[in-house]
Every structure is written in structure tokens, then in C-alpha cells.
């Protein structure tokens, strides 16, 4: 069965302060592994794609890595609007759910300043 | 439209209720999903239609709920006789085909007394 786990649930920093987030999961092969930002009371906003380990993406302080279990989200140093919580999601490459996305609890991130 | 546009944003109904949340997706986006959020948890996939047909409604928990797709664009996802746990939030989103970013509406807050 697909399954996605993020770690931590909740992740409190100082701004300026450095940190990642953890994505780990297992699926019958591996069509992609998306990351999304929540705000409260908005849906999720698109920030990477990743399909193969190894690759890399980077958007302004958010760097997402991708092995053959794992994601990282790596936030260099955050700053208050960083604050949301953070999404990690798979899509199978087989199987009868191979056209949809399977999603992670999140990580609520919390900058202060 | 230029984005995912979900409606209404809040519905509040009584226990026993028929309720209807619709989406209307980005213009030629094929392929339209609708997901359910609780409160601290991912979102969970319900269905989704590639064009006008259901390629996957795997997700529905009981067939009290009934999405449709009528034309290929608008959706509108329908729940009959509603429980207290249907209250959620229920996004819909759509992209070009069965690869790629998913772009999400803002939900429909769904509270059942």
C-alpha cells in the first residue's frame, strides 16, 4: 500500500535558523513526489516536483531533495512568512490508483522572529 | 477562470441534509479531483474524473456521496442524508492530464450540525 509519513508534526524556529523537514515513503514505483505549502483556511500551493532520486529543486530559501525512500525540505534561513504547513505527497507509477496523489499529515512550521 | 474555483467557501446543514459543493476547474485541465481534509490531518482522496468519466472513485467512503462531471469541466460533488463526520474541508483540484503539479481551489467548509 502507498504510504507517505512526515516528521516532524510540528516544527518551531527562530528566524534565521535552519532547518528540514522529513518525507518518507513507500510506493510501487515512483511517478512523483510533490511538496505543497498550506496556509490556514487556503487549499495547497504547488512548490516542487521531484521524479527521480537524486534531483533537486530549489525555490528561493526551500531546497527539496529526493532519495529512493525519503524527502527532504530544507528552509535556510526562514523568515516569519515561511510560517505554513508543509505537504509531501506520491503518485504510483501502477496499480488502479496510479492517477491520483497520496498525502502526508504535514509539518505545521512556525518562525519566529 | 485564471484559478481552481470552489463553491460555496462555508456551508453549515443539518444531520440528515443533501448537500451539493461544486468546482469549476482551470480551463483545459482534463483531469478534476476532489480530495477531503480534516482538521491536522493531509488530504484524503475521494475521486477523480479524467473528461467526463469517473477514472477512479476508489476513495468515496460510502455511497452516500456521488460526484459527476456532466460536460468535462464543472464538477459537482454530492452528499446525501449527511453526518456530523462529513464535516471537512473539500478541495478540488485539476491539472492537464495524469502527471504534474495539482493546482487546488480554496475548499468548501462543510460543518454539519
Known amino acids: 500500500e502507498d504510504q507517505v509519513t512526515q516528521s516532524p508534526e510540528a516544527l518551531r524556529l527562530q528566524e534565521g535558523e535552519s532547518s528540514s523537514l522529513n518525507c518518507s515513503y513507500t510506493?510501487?514505483?515512483?511517478?512523483?513526489l510533490f511538496w505543497y505549502r498550506q496556509d490556514p483556511g487556503k487549499g495547497p500551493e504547488f512548490l516542487f516536483t521531484?521524479?527521480?532520486a537524486g534531483e533537486e529543486k530549489e525555490k528561493e530559501r526551500l531546497k527539496a531533495t529526493l532519495t529512493k525512500k525519503e524527502s527532504f525540505l530544507h528552509i535556510t534561513a526562514p523568515k516569519p512568512e515561511d510560517s505554513a504547513t508543509y505537504l509531501c505527497?506520491?503518485?504510483?507509477?501502477?496499480?488502479?490508483?496510479?492517477?491520483?496523489?497520496?498525502f502526508g499529515k504535514g509539518t505545521k512550521l512556525s518562525v519566529k522572529p | 477562470g485564471a484559478g481552481v474555483s470552489q463553491t460555496p467557501s462555508n456551508k453549515v446543514t443539518e444531520k440528515g441534509k443533501y448537500v451539493e459543493l461544486r468546482c469549476d476547474p482551470i480551463?483545459?485541465?482534463?483531469?478534476l479531483y476532489w480530495y477531503r481534509q480534516s482538521l491536522g490531518q493531509g488530504p484524503e482522496f475521494l475521486i477523480y474524473?479524467?473528461?467526463?468519466?469517473?477514472?477512479?472513485d476508489s476513495g468515496l467512503p460510502n455511497d452516500r456521496f456521488f460526484a459527476v462531471r456532466p460536460e468535462g469541466s464543472v464538477s459537482t460533488l454530492k452528499i446525501q442524508r449527511t453526518e456530523r463526520g462529513d464535516s471537512a474541508v473539500y478541495l478540488c483540484?485539476?491539472?492537464?492530464?495524469?502527471?504534474?503539479?495539482?493546482?487546488f481551489g480554496e475548499g468548501s467548509r462543510l460543518t454539519v450540525l
Open positions: 483540484a485539476s491539472r492537464t492530464g495524469l502527471a504534474g503539479e495539482l493546482f
Open positions: 510506493v510501487s514505483g515512483l511517478r512523483g
Open positions: 521531484l521524479y527521480s
Open positions: 505527497a506520491v503518485q504510483s507509477n501502477y496499480g488502479g490508483s496510479q492517477g491520483n496523489l497520496i
Open positions: 480551463s483545459g485541465h482534463t483531469a
Open positions: 474524473f479524467q473528461g467526463t468519466g469517473a477514472a477512479d
